[in-house]
């Protein structure tokens, strides 16, 4: 159980482009997830929480208009990176909190390369 | 302001023989602990947590890990390493006030030797 999805697993987008990456909670319902970044060789960094139902909180430096997220459903947050830039390429992870307790289940990532 | 340090960047270890990983943090009260490990190009898997309790943890593969309040630590033990524990380690630590956020250590890298 407690099982999260991330789709797609790797994608390569040209620069300029917009590219959209799903989060879903199978078998829970996520009141919470969270979006983290991570660069090559680097730990995870939280880039921002989203609520179901509610606009996303950003952490600071991470700029909102180029990441849209967006919790519609108890199980479902999407990503999307506006406006690709090679600079943007990285692996994002998402991690989904719940009715299941106290901890946060993570997705198996997506890595995005933009040419 | 809230910080996880992890020391070592690196990590060498024979086979066999056992392992110690550091972590150290910084927080106001007392946060939730959690240990991952990272394959390249792959997701986290939890291997152990701590919320409150016994202060030593039992975790998955063999790993555990004991909280010190005094030392704010988290350290991370195994005691007979297997090639197969060659990963990036990761400690974290989160706050239920702080809406549940992780703040995520550097990461070790672990490497075993036959």
């Known amino acids: 159980g407690a099982v999260v999805s991330q789709h797609p697993s790797r994608v390569i987008c040209k620069s300029g482009t917009s590219v959209k990456i799903e989060c879903r909670s199978l078998d829970f319902q996520a009141t919470t997830m969270f979006w983290y970044r991570q660069f090559p060789k680097q730990s995870l960094m939280l880039m921002a929480t989203s609520n179901e139902g509610s606009k996303a909180t950003y952490e600071q430096g991470v700029e909102k208009d180029k990441f849209l997220i967006n919790h519609a459903s108890l199980t479902l947050s999407t990503l999307t990176v506006t406006s690709a830039h090679p600079e943007d390429s990285s692996f994002y992870i998402c991690?989904?909190?719940?009715?299941?307790?106290?901890?946060?289940?993570f997705g198996p990532g997506t890595r995005l390369t933009v040419t | 302001a809230q910080s996880v340090t992890q020391p070592d960047i690196h990590i060498t270890v024979s086979e066999g023989a056992s392992l110690e990983l550091r972590c150290n943090y910084s927080?106001?009260?007392?946060?939730?602990l959690f240990w991952y490990v990272q394959s390249p190009g792959q997701g986290l898997q939890l291997l152990l947590k701590?919320?409150?309790?016994?202060?030593l943890v039992q975790g998955i593969k063999g790993f555990e890990a004991e909280f010190k309040r005094s030392q704010s630590s988290f350290n991370l033990r195994k005691p007979s390493v297997h090639w197969s524990d060659a990963a990036e380690y990761f400690c974290?630590?989160?706050?239920?006030?702080?809406?549940?956020?992780?703040?995520f250590g550097g990461g070790t890298r672990v490497l075993v030797k036959p």
């Open positions: 991690s989904a909190f719940g009715d299941r307790g106290e901890e946060q289940y």
């Open positions: 701590y919320f409150s309790g016994d202060t």
């Open positions: 974290a630590v989160g706050l239920k006030a702080a809406g549940n956020k992780l703040t």
């Open positions: 927080y106001g009260a007392t946060p939730y």
